[in-house]
């Protein structure tokens, strides 16, 4: 309970005024004996109790009559659950939280829910007492605090709201109310929060989930601090979405068609016809995006998805986007994609057998990775990687900077000289692959590459490990169990699982995963084991590249992986995993930073960052901690599209998408908001009600004055009835 006047409410005191003149009458009165009289007093002593009762309850009326009416002229009012002798109409300290997601441009008529809730926050702001303070939280997936306390200057908060922009991120609510509660724990006094979103129901966590629980807890004890929730937007919302883009092959190359999967989702009840997919790239250095495919669904139910095709010109950096048509919430109809398209990927294989070609292993492993011609024809598809191979002796005059990756296969040894050219090249960002062999020198590995370069994934066993056994039973196969790295995931499917299981390895080379230094993560890792635990491939990251390892070779003389299905797969699946896993990958999710890496030289720099809305900023260029190269990082992308840093040829593109879920716009009621809020007392501003009326109500409550009147009215009507009743006649 509160007062609205509380002031008023210390009349109440003169409730005692009858109770006075009671007291008072009483003790003017002087007692006398009298011995005539004793004989009347005894006749009525009998009716003395009836008459103080009446008396007592007369005096009660008067009383409560008085007390009433005070009350009544201090406005009480009742909240329920909330009880305070304090007045209303103090100034307060409150936080808007204003949901600034994906989801809020959900168009609804001629405005979006965005546009709604702005008009909302500053209705509250015309609601707050005099003298109150407002800041300002926007809320996506990640709260960001534009006012930091509490202004009392609401004009400047009106600007503030205006200028607020829509990002394309998701929603979080835990994030928001948690930047609110830290603003509101800084300043004293009575405290509200108001967050104003659509409900979304993926933005709320469950109830049970530790930090909001946690939270939920902690404000769920402050007596001081008032939560408002003002919904915007209907429950009831259709959407179609672009849920995925993504090239089915993940080595994109200039020589032949790519082809890239696009996934649509139908979020609505109702089925949705004709549905248009466009895909539109551009040159490749920046240009205007032109449409080069498309389809069209007849009739999308929930999920559908769409294969179309490109054909890119000449390596590049290039700009792709699948589009549908416009709906009501237009930022989720594209998703953005940009992709590196690579001429030839160039590899190098040593072939360290004397007999070389198919005998030696480099033979298999080029047929592996170029499958098709080695010269081109009219008509013909040719290689998407060109493998070159040379000899031991040639490597080391072999300039490496035109190649993605080396493969050795089966080489005895490597020079000191050789050992730490490898390492420069793999540190900058390329791929060394090992195949061994009946030729390796273990002892010399484990020195040159282990010891002194750093960079070998496992050490070698002084000897190979030979399985027994006759033919079925000759050998060991490939675990089919832990498929879970990039490389084998794909036999992890029941359609390419057997294909994993027919190679037989006759030896192999026991390999000791490379450890640890200073207490830092282990730098190696098994992507593969063979049937009895032992590691048949590994994995190393070594600067900006990849080092892997396999435990046997690529000939016929340890096993038959030469001559199966598995050998291809795995051997090309290894070599692009190698090339582009490690590289900085130029689409990312939004809020995700950007990095562009540039020569030392240009440390210091100054670059111009394009966001998708065209707004251009600058960011300066830092010296990386290697002292090698300079660095220039974007650190927060708040908007979907495609983004740039710098100028001219030598730009650097990007894409950033938003996430997928937000485009699932299926709200809460009332009640789902309770269930995962527990401990939380929200006070509820409806979407299509008048927001001065809702916060008033839901700040004082019920005023009660009315009641309180009546009853004053009825104690005294009640006193007068019963006073003249009990008069003794005549009187």
């Not at 003017?28 to 002593?45: G, Y």
Request: glycine share 8%.
């Amino acid at each position: 309970m509160m007062f609205l006047n509380a002031m008023l409410a210390g009349f109440v005191v003169l409730g005692a005024v009858p109770i006075i003149i009671h007291l008072l009458n009483k003790q003017r009165f002087r007692v006398v004996e009298w011995a005539a009289i004793n004989f009347l007093l005894k006749a009525l002593k009998k009716n003395s109790r009836r008459l103080q009762m009446r008396d007592l309850l007369l005096l009660i009326l008067r009383t409560a009559a008085v007390i009433l009416a005070a009350l009544a002229l201090a406005r009480p009012t009742i909240s329920p659950g909330h009880f305070s002798l304090l007045g209303a109409g103090g100034a307060i300290n409150a936080v808007v939280v204003l949901d600034n997601s994906r989801s809020m441009g959900y168009r609804e008529g001629t405005e979006t829910r965005f546009t709604q809730a702005k008009a909302k926050a500053k209705g509250i702001l015309d609601q707050l007492p005099k003298g109150s303070g407002v800041a300002l939280v926007l809320m996506s997936d990640e709260a960001v605090t534009e006012i930091s306390e509490p202004s009392h200057d609401l004009n400047f908060v009106t600007d503030a709201i205006d200028k607020a922009p829509l990002s394309d991120g998701g929603t979080s609510v835990v994030s928001g109310i948690s930047k609110a509660w830290e603003l509101l724990k800084k300043s004293e006094g009575a405290g509200e929060i108001y967050l104003i979103t659509d409900l979304q129901a993926n933005s709320w966590p469950a109830a049970e989930e530790s930090t909001w629980k946690s939270l939920c807890t902690q404000l769920g004890a402050q007596s001081a601090v008032r939560l408002y929730l003002a919904e915007v937007g209907s429950s009831a919302a259709e959407n179609v979405s672009v849920d995925v883009l993504a090239p089915v092959d993940p080595l994109v190359t200039s020589d032949a068609d790519t082809s890239f999967t696009v996934q649509v989702r139908n979020h609505g009840l109702a089925p949705v016809d004709n549905v248009e997919v466009k895909l539109l790239v551009d040159d490749g250095a920046g240009g205007e995006m032109r449409a080069v495919a498309s389809a069209a669904i007849d009739h999308l139910a929930t999920v559908q998805e769409v294969v179309l095709q490109a054909r890119f010109d000449h390596g590049g950096r290039y700009r792709i986007e699948a589009r549908i048509g416009a709906d009501h919430l237009d930022a989720d109809n594209s998703r953005y994609l940009v992709c590196d398209v690579i001429d030839k990927l160039k590899v190098l294989i040593v072939d360290g057998s004397s007999e070389g070609g198919f005998s030696g292993g480099a033979g298999f492993i080029r047929a592996a990775l170029a499958p098709g011609l080695a010269q081109p024809q009219e008509g013909v598809a040719g290689n998407l990687i060109d493998a070159e191979i040379t000899t031991p002796s040639a490597l080391a005059d072999t300039p490496l900077d035109g190649y993605q990756a080396v493969i050795l296969s089966d080489v005895d040894e490597l020079s000191a000289g050789e050992a730490d050219g490898l390492k420069a090249f793999v540190a900058s960002g390329r791929a060394l692959i090992l195949f061994l062999g009946a030729n390796v020198h273990p002892e010399n590995y484990n020195a040159m590459l282990g010891e002194r370069a750093a960079i070998l994934p496992a050490k070698l066993a002084t000897h190979p490990l030979e399985y027994p056994g006759q033919g079925d039973d000759h050998g060991t196969t490939f675990a089919t169990t832990a498929l879970t790295h990039p490389i084998v995931s794909f036999f992890a499917d029941k359609d390419n699982l057997p294909f994993l299981v027919q190679p037989h390895f006759y030896q192999v080379y026991p390999l000791e995963l490379a450890a640890a230094k200073d207490g830092s993560a282990n730098p190696s890792s098994v992507v593969l084991h063979y049937a009895d635990g032992k590691p048949a491939l590994v994995e190393r990251l070594v600067g900006s590249g990849t080092v892997l390892e396999f435990a046997s070779s690529a000939d016929r003389q340890w096993s038959d992986f030469p001559l199966r299905p598995a050998f291809l797969m795995l051997v090309r699946r290894t070599v692009q995993h190698a090339v582009l896993s490690r590289r900085m990958k130029p689409t990312v999710m939004v809020h995700d930073s950007l990095v562009d890496r540039l020569p030392a030289r240009d440390a210091d720099s100054r670059l111009d960052v394009l966001d998708p809305r065209g707004t251009t900023t600058k960011q300066t260029a830092t010296l990386a901690s290697d002292g090698r190269s300079a660095q220039v990082e974007v650190a927060d992308t708040p908007f979907a599209g495609f983004w740039q840093i710098g100028q001219g040829p030598s730009a650097m593109r990007y894409a950033t998408n938003g996430p997928a879920e937000e485009s699932q716009l299926q709200s809460l009621d009332h009640a789902g908001v309770q269930a995962r809020s527990t401990g939380l007392d929200w006070r509820y501003l409806a979407a299509d009600a008048d927001i001065g009326a809702q916060i008033e109500h839901a700040r004082v409550g019920r005023e009660i004055w009315p009641v309180l009147i009546t009853l004053a009215i009825i104690c005294l009507g009640l006193e007068s009835f019963l006073a003249m009743h009990w008069a003794p006649k005549g009187a």
